[in-house]
């Protein structure tokens, strides 16, 4: 019929045109086949990554539906009510709320009285019988979990912002992964702060508030374990020598002469130390913490510290020197109870250790 109307040549051209357009057909779906399975199509995925969508987007939907459900159901209560939400000062409505405001501190900022010497709390004077009272009512909660084997508690921490750098991130991953390993393995408790407890001790004094804070909330804990976040244990095996501390309450890496005699800044380091829960450290935090405000506070500890400790290069007041100053200048009220431990790194420089 179509040789009759078209002519047999013209048929056999069309005839080879339709084959020619099966091959060109079956070589295109083939390739995007291919494509699809080894690269993925861009925004259009392979398979699977279709059906995750497909998947997700029913997920969403349900997400959506419901609050949308609650927000209407909200909206026409409210309606019957308004009358007594507006004479109560409130309103639930979810079109006149403003989230920005749960942001905002609406108080006024208190600002602290420099005349007044900064301290972390309320006096406490008490301590050790508050805490034996505790003890003797929490019987389940020993302060020694064996014979010479003290409850610890590991405290560490970091900024709560991320580091400029996705490696410091990174390394105090691998820090903090480093510690919670040695607890398990040593049976000590951590802690891990990324809250500033106390806008004027901030930085190197960020840590004195959250120590006292700590050993006041966990009067279960026998010693509380400092450690910086850029610390890290390079023994994992190594166990404190416990019994060589029980007559002493503060734990540091240091040197009697250097403290006591020369007045080094770097005669001790704290960056790890071990402070006991007792009165006498909730005192020591008392005498510590005044250099620690920012600001002139802070400034004019720092030129102190410069003129009194040797070799103190010029810069604001740090805990650590402050502790050097303490200890030298009252040894008679503080050192016969901190131990300066040079047996062992209880903290060192990397570059000294490896």
């Known amino acids: 019929m179509m040789e009759r109307c078209l002519g047999a040549n013209r ?76 004479s109560g000062g409130g309103s639930n409505n979810y079109e006149t709320f403003d989230i920005n405001k749960i942001f905002v501190d609406e108080g006024e900022e208190e600002k602290p009285d420099p005349n007044k010497p900064y301290t972390l709390g309320p006096k406490i004077s008490d301590w050790d019988e508050q805490r034996s009272d505790w003890l003797a009512k929490n019987p389940t909660f020993p302060n020694f979990i064996g014979p010479n084997k003290p409850r610890v508690l590991l405290v560490t921490g970091s900024a709560p912002k991320p580091c400029e750098n996705p490696v410091g991130d990174h390394y105090l991953l691998k820090s903090i992964k480093n510690k919670i ?53 390079t023994d994992m095996a190594f166990e404190l020598p416990w019994e060589r501390y029980k007559d002493y309450n503060l734990v540091m890496h240091g040197w009697n002469e250097m403290v006591y005699d020369e007045k080094n800044w770097i005669g001790l380091n704290t960056g790890s130390f071990l402070l006991r829960n007792n009165q006498w450290a909730l005192d020591l935090l008392d005498t510590w913490a005044p250099m620690g405000p920012k600001g002139k506070i802070r400034e004019e500890a720092g030129k102190v510290l410069t003129r009194e400790l040797k070799g103190r290069p ?41």
């Open 11 to 86: 048929c056999r051209r069309i005839q080879r045109a339709l084959r020619h357009l099966k091959v060109t057909v079956m070589c295109l779906v083939l390739t995007v086949v291919v494509l699809r399975c080894t690269i993925g199509a861009g925004k259009f995925g392979t398979p699977e990554q279709d059906l995750d969508e497909i998947r997700q987007h029913i997920y969403t939907s349900r997400k959506r539906v419901e609050p949308h459900r609650v927000l209407e159901e909200i909206q026409t209560g409210g309606d019957s009510s308004s009358s007594s939400s507006s």
């Open 181 to 233: 390993d040695y607890c398990r393995l040593h049976g000590i408790e951590i802690f891990y702060n990324m809250a500033l407890l106390d806008a004027e001790m901030a930085g190197f004094w960020a840590k004195l508030p959250l120590i006292r804070k700590l050993l006041l909330s966990h009067p279960e804990i026998e010693f509380l374990w400092w450690m910086d976040s850029d610390a890290m244990f």
């Open 314 to 354: 010029v810069f604001e007041a740090d805990d650590q020197s402050a502790m050097v100053y303490l200890l030298a200048t009252q040894r008679d009220t503080w050192g016969n109870k901190v131990y300066l431990e040079n047996g062992y790194y209880l903290h060192g420089y990397w570059g000294i250790l490896v």
